[in-house]
C-alpha cells in the first residue's frame, strides 16, 4: 500500500542528506557523510556507496600494493581477521585475490535515468545550465554588474515577478511561464505532471534530481537553513529550487517532445530499487572494510607503543623560562617540538583556538560582525577594534569597470600593458599583494581591543564583565591543566593562514574560528587574564598567577612560518628583555619548523640552510602560481588528549591534534567532557572531511582546483555550467592517507567511559566509530580500546620503536609519511 | 633576415618534437624544455624586431616551398613579416613565455603535466605559423594546428563529460571558421587566377583592377573571411563557445580563450585588410558587427555571476571593439587594443581565483545594499526583458543548437533506413558503376553537367548518416571515407579528369582510414563491442591505440599531415566559380566529416571511464 507523498517531510529529509558546505568565506570541516552518523562507520559507508554511490573507500587494489609495500602489517592483517571473522585464512585469500566487480552503480539516478533510456534526451543538459545560471545570479554575492532584481522578495517571488515583467522567458513554452504565476501550484502537482500517478515514485524521482546537483542544491540548503553565512542575504529554499527545477524539466520536455511524452512512471520497472530500501550484503565492502582496518591499525599500533616507551620528565618549576599555548591544530604539532628542542625550559601547550573566549567581532571599518569561535557556538558578545582605518591596497584588476565595453577600452590599452609588467614580477619576486589573504590583515597590530563591558548593541553586550572574563580564564586554564608554576611569560599564540589565488582560503584558517585567524581570540584571553580583578577571582578558585607573569597575545601563520606579538601595550622592563630572548628562540624554532614541512616540497630543497629554506616557504605563500601554499591538515591522524610528557619524545611527524589536559586536575572528567565534546566534532570533522575528500575526489572532494571558476563568490564549480564543488580540492588532500582520527585521551577507563556517556551526540562519534577511542591509564601506561561500548585491555604488536638522534637528516630522507620514532632527548 | 624568419617556426616545432619523447614522470625536464623554447623564440623575436625597426621595418615576404603544382595550380608555403607580425609575435611569446613558466609550478602532480606542454607547445607552432603565414594556404595550416590544440585543450580533462562536450562544441564552431577559409581560398583562386599572397594583397592597384570585373565574387570572398574571423573571435552569432572553452587548468584558459586564440579572427580581418579595404558595404558590415557584439557581450558580461564567464565576454566586447578599429582602418590603434586586452584578459583570468578574498573583504568593509547600476535608468519592463535575455546569453547557445545542429541531427534522422548493410549493398555498386561509367565516357552531356552535385550529394548524405548514427562506430567511421570518394568522383567529373590528383586526395584518406579501421578492431577485441550511445573514456585504458587513432582521425579530417591536405585545396580549385551549391555541399561534407571524426574520438577515448563509472554518475564531476 504507498504511501502518500507528503512533500515537507521528504523534504525535510532529502537536506539531511545534501552536503552542508557554507560558503567559501565561512568554510568549516565537517564530517561529510555527516547524515549517515547514526550507523556504524562501516555500515554507514556501505549505505552510503549503495545508495548515492559514493566511492568509500580506497580502491581494493590501493590496499593490495599497500600490502605488498610493507605499508600494512601481516601481523595487524591476521589479527584483524581473526577478531572480525575468526577465520583469518579463508578472508586473508580474499583480501589478497578475490576478484570482484569494479563498477557498481549508485540507486541514486536510476529512475531518472530513464528519460535518456526511453526518449534519448539528456534532461540534464537542457536543464542544468539555465538551473544554475538563474540560481548563480539570486544569490551572487558580488561578481555580477547588473544584479538579479530582487527588491527583497524570496527567490520564487523574485523570479514570478521578473517572468510577469518581462518580454523574454526563462522558459520555451508560454504555458509553463502559466504555471509558475499560478500562486497555488506545488511540487505535488509537478510531481504528477512530470512522475505520473505513482505516488511511491514521487520521493525517490526528488532524490535523482537533486542528487544530479548535489553541490548547488547543498548550498542552497545551507542558505536556506543560515541566512547570515550571505553577507548579503537571500531569502531561498530547497523547495523553492525543486519547484522551479520541475518547472524547467516540464517545459524542457514538452520543448523536445512537443507534448507527445508520457510521465515517467510508466516506464519504471521493478529493476529500479527503491532508494531507502534495506542495503544486501556485498563482500566486497566487506573486504575493503578489513583492509582498512588493517590500514588503520598498522599506524595506531606503532602510535601505541611509541607512547608507551617514551619516556619523559617534566620541567622542574623554577627551571620554567616561558609557557606558550596554541591550538589543538595538528600544524602545531612540529613547531612546538622544534621550540621545546631549542629552549628544554619551556612549556607548550594545546587547546582550541578560541582559547575558550566566544564572541563577534568588528574590526575598524568593518560594515558586519564575524563570529570567533566553534561553528556550532552562537556568541552573545562583541569585541570591537578601536584605533585608525587601515587602507586595504586596491587592485584595478578586480574593478568592474574593466568589463563594460566603453571604460573597457581605455582599461584595456593600459592597464593592459600594466597586467604585462605586475604578471612579470608576479612570477620572478611574488611579494603580498592586496589580492592576499593573509592572516595578518585580520587586526591590526597596533590598534587597540577593549575588553571591558561598555554597552549592549544590536541585541549582543559589547565587552565582558569581570565574573565573565574570569570564568573563561578559569576555565582554559584547568581544561589544560595550567594552574601553578607560572613562567613570568605566558604567550597565547592563534593561528592563521596567508595564500593568494585560493578561493579556499578560509579552510587554511582556524577551524575553531570558523575559519578565521585565531589572533582576536589570542589577544582578548590575554587582556584578560592579565587583569588584577580577574586574578582575583581565579585566586579564590585556587589559581594564582604571580604579579610578576604576564600573558601576551600572538599569531602564528601556518602557512609562512611567522609570528606576530600583540605586545604593543605590555611596558614592563623585565618584559621586554625576557621576551627579545624569546623571540629569537622563536624565529630560529619557526626556521626549523620551515625546513621540516619543506621536505613535502617538491620545489624546495630540505638540506638547504634553515633560514634559506624559511625565506622560500615565505615567497610561496605569495606565489599566484602555487596551488599548494601549505599543506594544511593533509596526514591527519590522530588527537592526543592528555599531558605534554606523554607524548613529547615521540616523533608523529606532524600527523597529531594536540589537547593538553592534566588528569590530576581532573579527577572526575568535567573538563575532560569539554574537551571531547569539542574535539570529537572538530577533530573528527576535519579527519573525516579529509579522508572523504581523498577517496572520493569527484563526488565528496572538490577535485583538482585548477580549473576551478568561482561562482558568486560563494562556491566553485569547474567551468561555467558545472555543479559547485563541495570539500577539499585535491592538491590539499594527495598526500594525506585517509584513516579515521585515533583519539587517544590521558586518563583512566572508567571515567573516560563515564565522560563520553554525558551526551548523546558526543558518545555517537565513539559507538558509531567514526572516531577511534583508546584511554591509557596515566599511571600504568596500560592500554584500552573502546569497541561496542566498552573499554578493551589492548598490546600493541610492535616490538619495538626505533630512537632517533639526527632529526635533520631524517627529514631530509623522504618526502613520505614516516613511521613513528622515539626522539633522543639527550 | 630570411634565416631568423624561419627559426620562428622551427623553433617552436623543435620544442615540440622535443617535449614528445621526454619522459612523462620528469616534470622538471618536460617544463624547462617548454620555457627554453619560448625563452629562445622571445629573444629571437625581441632581437630581430628591434633590427627590424632599426632598419626601416620594411614588409619581409618570403615564398618558399612548393608543395604541389600543375599547370593552373600551386601550393606553395609563403611566409610574410610586417608591423601585424610583428606585433602578434611579439605579444604572444612574452604571453607563452609567462605562462608556461607559470604553468610549470601550477601543473605540479597533475596527471596531465606531460600532455599539458605538448599542447601548448603545438598550439604555439599553431600561432607562430598562421602570424607569420604570407598566404591563404599556409595561414590554413596555422589555423588547422590551432583548432584541434584547441579541442585539445579544453577536454584537458578528458575523463569528465562537460569538458569533453564544450571542447566538442568549440571544434564545431572552429571547423565553420575552417571552412570560410577554405571557400575564400576557393574563391580567390578563381579571382587571382593563381593562388595570392598576402603580400600581393598590399598591391592596391592590382587588388582594384580584379576587383572591378568580379565585384560579387570580391563581396563573397571578404564575407568568408568574416565568417571566419567572427567564429574564431567569438563575435556574435558564435560568442557563447568563449566561456564554454574555459575548462581546462586556469592558465590555458588565461592565455588561449582570454587572449591568443581569441584574438586570431582579428588578425585575419587586419591580414586581408588591403582586400576589403574598398568594399565599403562589408566595412560597414564589419563595423556594424562589432558594434552589436559589444554591446550585446557587454550585456551579457554584466550579468554573469561567475568570474571565468564574466572575463570571456569583457573580452569579446573588446574585440568587438577592435573590430570596428580594424575597419575604420586604425590599424595601429586595433594592434595595441589587442596587445592590452591580450595582457589584460589573461592576467584577470590568472588571479581570478583570488576574487573571492578581495571582493569579500571589499563587501565586508564597504558595503552597500544593492548598488544601482545603471539599468537602473530604464523602464522595468525593458529593463527584465534585457536581464532575462542577457542571462540567456540572448540564446545564442541555444540557436546553435536549433539552427545548425538540430537541422542536421533531423536530416540524419531521416536516414535511419540506411543501416550498415544497406548502405554498403547500395552505394559501393553504385561507386563501382559510376567510376566505370565515367572512365568509359559512357555519359551525355547534361548528366555531364549535374552528375558532381549528385555525386557530392551522395557523399553529403552519406557523411550525415556517419554524424547522427548512434550505434555503430565502424560504421561511421566508414562512411566518412566513403563520403570522400564520392567527392573525389564528383570533382574528378568536373573537370579535367587527372588520376594523380585523386591519388594525392585520397592516399591520406586511405591511410588513415585503413589505420582508424585497424585501431578499432584491436579495441573491439580486446574490450568488446560499443556504441556510439556513451562516452566510453578509454584512452586511459588505451593510451597508445588512443594517439594512434587521434593520428587518424586528422588524417581523415584532411589535417595538414598527410597530402590530402593539399588535395581538399585543390578539390577546390576544380569547382568552378559558379558552381556555389557544388562548393556549398562539398564544404558542408567538410565540416560535418571533422565533426563526425572528432565525434567518434571523444565517445571513445574521452568522458568518464565506463569501467569505473556507472552510467548515471557522469555528471557529478
Not at chain 1, 553565512?229 to 522551479?244: G, N, P, V, W, Y
Not at chain 1, 558578545?381 to 584605533?387: A, D, R
Not at chain 1, 577511534?772 to 589492548?794: A, R
Not at chain 2, 546569453?393 to 534522422?413: F, I, R, V
Request: with cysteine; glycine share 6%.
Amino acid at each position: 500500500m504507498p504511501t502518500s507523498f507528503d512533500e515537507h517531510q521528504v523534504i525535510h529529509e532529502l537536506k539531511h542528506f545534501l552536503p552542508a558546505q557554507a560558503p567559501l568565506m565561512d568554510f568549516v570541516h565537517h564530517n561529510t557523510l555527516h547524515a549517515f552518523q547514526n550507523l556504524a562507520f562501516h555500515e554507514a559507508l556501505a549505505t552510503a556507496h549503495v545508495k548515492l554511490g559514493y566511492q568509500v573507500y580506497f580502491p581494493l587494489e590501493n590496499f593490495r600494493s599497500m600490502y605488498q609495500e610493507g605499508r600494512i602489517s601481516d601481523d595487524v592483517l591476521e589479527r584483524v581477521l581473526v577478531q572480525k571473522k575468526g577465520n583469518a585464512e579463508a578472508w586473508k585469500g580474499k583480501l589478497l585475490f578475490g576478484e570482484y566487480p569494479t563498477v557498481e552503480p549508485g540507486r541514486v539516478g536510476a529512475l531518472r535515468g530513464i528519460w535518456k533510456s526511453t526518449y534519448g534526451i539528456d534532461l540534464d543538459s537542457l536543464v542544468h545550465p539555465t538551473l544554475f545560471r538563474i540560481i548563480g545570479s539570486f544569490l551572487d554575492q558580488g561578481i555580477s554588474i547588473w544584479n538579479f532584481p530582487l527588491n527583497g522578495k524570496s527567490f520564487l517571488e523574485a523570479i514570478r515577478t521578473l517572468e510577469s515583467t518581462s518580454f523574454a522567458s526563462m522558459f520555451y513554452r508560454k504555458e509553463t511561464k502559466k504555471l509558475l504565476l499560478d500562486p497555488e501550484l506545488s511540487i505535488t502537482d509537478l510531481l504528477k505532471k512530470v512522475v505520473g500517478d505513482k505516488e511511491e515514485l514521487y520521493e525517490q524521482y526528488l532524490y535523482d534530481q537533486q542528487f544530479s546537483h548535489q553541490g548547488w542544491s547543498g548550498m542552497v540548503s545551507t542558505v536556506e537553513d543560515l541566512p547570515q553565512t550571505l553577507l548579503d542575504t537571500r531569502l531561498i529554499k530547497l523547495e523553492d529550487l525543486i519547484l522551479f527545477e520541475l518547472l524547467l524539466e516540464f517545459d524542457a520536455l514538452n520543448y523536445k517532445l512537443d507534448q507527445s511524452w508520457s510521465p515517467i512512471g510508466h516506464f519504471a520497472t521493478e529493476k529500479i530499487i527503491p532508494l531507502h530500501d534495506p542495503i544486501a550484503y556485498s563482500e566486497k565492502l566487506d573486504v575493503v572494510s578489513l583492509w582498512q582496518e588493517a590500514f588503520e591499525w598498522t599506524y595506531y599500533d606503532q602510535v601505541l607503543k611509541g607512547l608507551q616507551m617514551e619516556k619523559v620528565d617534566s620541567i622542574q618549576p623554577h627551571a620554567k623560562s616561558f609557557q606558550a599555548m596554541f591550538c589543538i591544530d595538528d600544524r602545531e604539532c612540529s613547531f612546538r617540538r622544534h621550540l621545546e628542542a631549542l629552549d628544554p625550559a619551556c612549556d607548550t601547550y594545546g587547546t582550541p583556538g578560541f582559547f575558550s573566549v566566544e564572541f563577534f567581532y568588528q574590526p575598524v571599518g568593518g560594515k558586519f560582525y564575524t563570529k570567533l569561535c566553534p561553528a556550532p557556538v552562537t556568541p552573545n558578545f562583541l569585541i570591537k577594534e578601536e584605533g585608525s582605518e587601515k587602507k586595504s591596497g586596491t587592485d584595478l584588476h578586480f574593478s568592474k569597470h574593466s568589463h563594460n565595453f566603453y571604460t573597457g577600452w581605455l582599461f584595456s590599452q593600459t592597464l593592459g600593458f600594466w597586467s604585462a609588467a605586475k604578471l612579470f614580477v608576479n612570477l620572478f619576486k611574488p611579494s603580498m599583494s592586496p589580492a592576499t589573504a593573509s592572516s595578518l590583515k585580520h587586526v591590526d597590530k597596533f590598534s587597540t581591543i577593549r575588553v571591558d563591558y561598555q554597552a549592549i548593541e544590536n541585541g549582543l553586550q559589547v565587552g565582558f564583565h569581570i565574573e565573565e572574563m574570569a570564568v573563561r580564564v578559569e576555565s582554559l586554564l584547568k581544561s589544560i591543566g595550567l594552574v601553578d608554576n607560572f613562567a613570568p611569560i605566558v604567550y597565547v599564540i592563534g593561528h592563521g593562514a596567508s595564500s593568494v589565488n585560493n578561493p579556499h582560503y578560509a579552510a587554511y584558517d582556524c577551524g575553531a574560528c570558523s575559519g578565521r585567524a585565531g589572533s582576536v581570540n589570542a589577544r582578548v584571553i590575554s587582556q584578560m587574564a592579565n587583569k588584577p580583578e580577574v586574578r582575583a577571582i581565579l585566586r579564590e578558585k585556587g589559581i594564582h598567577i604571580p604579579e610578576t607573569t604576564v600573558f601576551v597575545g600572538g599569531l602564528r601563520d601556518t602557512t609562512r612560518d611567522d609570528v606576530v606579538f600583540y605586545d604593543e601595550q605590555i611596558t614592563y622592563a623585565d618584559y621586554k628583555i625576557k621576551h627579545a630572548e624569546h623571540v629569537k628562540l622563536f624565529e630560529k624554532a619557526l626556521n626549523n619548523n620551515a625546513k621540516e614541512r619543506s621536505r613535502r616540497f617538491e620545489s624546495i630543497n630540505t638540506s638547504a640552510r634553515a633560514s634559506d629554506i624559511h625565506e622560500k616557504i615565505r615567497t610561496r605563500s605569495v606565489s599566484i602560481f602555487e596551488p599548494r601554499p601549505e599543506l594544511n591538515h593533509a596526514t591527519n591522524a590522530l588527537c592526543i588528549v592528555g599531558r605534554r610528557e606523554l607524548s613529547k619524545g615521540v616523533f608523529l611527524d606532524r600527523r597529531s591534534f594536540l589537547n593538553s589536559f592534566d588528569y590530576r586536575v581532573d579527577l572526575d572528567g568535567t573538563y575532560l567532557f569539554n574537551i571531547l565534546k569539542a574535539a570529537a566534532p572538530v577533530c573528527g570533522g576535519i579527519n573525516l572531511e579529509y579522508y572523504f575528500s581523498r577517496v572520493d575526489g569527484e563526488k565528496l572532494g572538490a577535485g583538482t582546483k585548477l580549473p576551478h571558476n568561482v561562482m558568486g563568490l560563494f562556491g566553485v564549480a569547474n567551468g561555467i555550467d558545472g555543479d559547485l564543488r563541495p570539500g577539499l580540492p585535491a592538491q590539499m588532500t594527495e598526500v594525506h592517507d585517509p584513516v579515521r582520527l585515533l583519539l587517544i585521551v590521558e586518563h583512566f577507563p572508567e571515567i573516560v567511559l563515564k565522560t563520553i556517556q554525558k551526551a548523546e551526540e558526543t558518545y555517537e562519534w565513539f559507538i558509531n566509530d567514526w572516531v577511534k577511542l583508546v584511554s591509557i591509564n596515566p599511571e600504568t601506561k596500560e592500554l584500552f580500546v573502546f569497541e561496542k561500548g566498552e573499554f578493551k585491555p589492548y598490546e600493541p604488536l610492535t616490538k619495538d620503536i626505533q630512537e632517533i638522534d639526527n632529526l635533520d637528516e631524517l627529514l631530509a630522507s623522504s618526502q613520505e609519511n614516516f613511521p613513528v620514532y622515539l626522539l633522543n632527548q639527550n | 633576415m630570411n634565416l631568423t624568419l624561419h627559426l620562428f617556426i622551427w623553433v617552436p616545432i623543435f620544442g615540440f618534437l622535443v617535449s614528445l619523447i621526454l619522459p612523462k614522470k620528469n616534470e622538471t625536464l618536460i617544463s624547462v624544455t617548454a620555457f627554453s623554447t619560448l625563452a629562445i623564440q622571445l629573444s629571437l623575436a625581441t632581437g630581430f624586431i628591434a633590427y627590424w625597426l632599426f632598419r626601416g621595418a620594411k614588409t619581409i615576404q618570403i615564398n618558399d616551398l612548393i608543395l604541389f603544382k600543375n599547370e593552373e595550380y600551386v601550393f606553395q608555403i609563403d611566409f610574410l613579416f610586417d608591423k601585424i607580425t610583428a606585433v602578434y609575435l611579439l605579444v604572444g611569446a612574452i604571453l607563452t613565455f609567462m605562462v608556461t613558466l607559470y604553468s610549470r609550478y601550477y601543473l605540479h602532480r597533475e596527471a596531465g603535466y606531460k600532455r599539458f606542454f605538448n599542447t601548448t607547445l603545438f598550439f604555439y607552432v599553431g600561432y607562430c605559423v598562421t602570424t607569420l603565414s604570407g598566404n591563404l594556404e599556409t595561414l590554413f595550416i596555422g589555423w588547422e594546428i590551432l583548432g584541434i590544440s584547441s579541442f585539445l585543450l579544453i577536454s584537458f580533462y578528458r575523463e569528465r563529460y562537460l569538458p569533453v562536450k564544450n571542447a566538442v562544441k568549440v571544434f564545431s564552431i572552429y571547423r565553420i571558421g575552417d571552412v570560410g577559409i577554405i571557400l575564400a581560398m576557393w574563391a580567390s583562386h578563381h579571382l587571382w587566377g593563381q593562388n595570392i599572397t598576402f603580400f600581393q594583397l598590399n598591391n592596391a592597384e592590382l587588388v582594384h583592377e580584379h576587383l572591378q570585373t568580379h565585384s560579387i565574387i570580391g563581396v563573397f570572398i571578404s564575407l568568408m573571411f568574416l565568417l571566419s574571423a567572427t567564429a574564431k573571435s567569438a563575435q556574435l552569432p558564435f560568442s557563447s563557445w568563449l566561456p564554454r572553452a574555459m575548462e581546462g587548468p586556469t592558465p590555458s584558459s588565461a592565455i588561449f580563450y582570454g587572449s591568443l586564440s581569441v584574438h586570431i579572427g582579428v588578425f585575419l580581418m587586419l591580414r586581408t585588410f588591403p582586400f576589403w579595404e574598398n568594399q565599403t558595404s562589408v566595412r560597414i558590415l564589419i563595423a556594424a558587427l562589432g558594434l552589436l557584439t559589444a554591446l550585446v557581450a557587454t550585456g551579457i558580461a554584466r550579468v554573469q555571476s561567475s568570474v571565468k564567464s564574466q572575463i570571456a565576454y569583457a573580452s569579446i566586447a573588446q574585440i568587438g571593439l577592435i573590430f570596428i578599429e580594424v575597419s575604420l582602418g586604425f590599424e595601429k590603434l586595433a594592434l595595441f587594443h589587442f596587445a592590452g586586452n591580450a595582457f589584460l584578459r589573461t592576467y584577470q583570468l590568472l588571479v581570478s581565483p583570488s576574487v573571492v578574498s578581495y571582493l569579500i573583504r571589499e563587501q565586508f568593509y564597504h558595503f552597500e545594499p544593492r548598488s544601482s547600476s545603471i539599468e537602473r535608468l530604464l523602464p522595468i519592463k525593458l529593463r527584465n526583458t534585457l536581464y532575462v535575455l542577457c542571462l540567456k546569453e540572448w540564446n545564442l547557445d541555444s540557436m546553435l543548437y536549433q539552427y545548425l545542429w538540430n537541422p542536421m541531427k533531423w536530416a540524419g534522422n531521416k536516414l535511419n533506413f540506411l543501416n550498415g548493410k544497406r548502405l554498403m549493398a547500395y552505394f559501393v555498386p553504385a561507386f563501382g558503376i559510376s567510376y566505370y561509367l565515367i572512365n568509359e565516357n559512357q555519359m551525355n552531356v547534361t548528366a555531364l553537367h549535374w552528375l558532381p552535385v549528385f555525386f557530392a550529394g551522395i557523399g553529403l548524405v552519406l557523411v550525415f548518416k556517419s554524424f547522427t548514427q548512434r550505434r555503430s562506430i565502424r560504421l561511421s567511421w566508414i562512411l566518412v571515407i566513403m563520403n570522400h570518394f564520392w567527392i573525389a568522383l564528383a570533382i574528378s567529373l568536373n573537370e579535367k579528369f587527372d588520376s594523380f590528383e585523386s591519388v594525392l586526395y585520397l592516399s591520406g584518406i586511405m591511410v588513415a582510414g585503413l589505420i582508424g579501421y585497424l585501431c578499432l578492431q584491436r579495441l573491439f577485441q580486446q574490450e568488446g563491442k560499443m556504441t556510439l550511445n556513451r562516452f566510453q573514456g578509454l584512452s586511459e585504458n588505451h593510451p597508445k591505440i588512443a594517439l594512434i587513432f587521434l593520428l587518424a582521425c586528422l588524417g581523415l579530417t584532411g589535417f595538414p599531415i598527410t597530402p590530402t591536405f593539399i588535395g581538399e585545396d585543390l578539390i577546390f580549385s576544380h569547382i568552378h566559380e559558379d558552381q556555389f551549391l557544388l562548393a556549398g555541399i562539398v564544404s558542408l561534407s567538410f565540416i560535418l566529416d571533422g565533426l563526425a571524426v572528432i565525434r567518434i574520438y571523444a565517445r571513445i577515448f574521452m568522458g568518464p571511464n565506463y569501467r569505473t563509472h556507472a552510467t548515471f554518475s557522469n555528471r557529478y564531476f
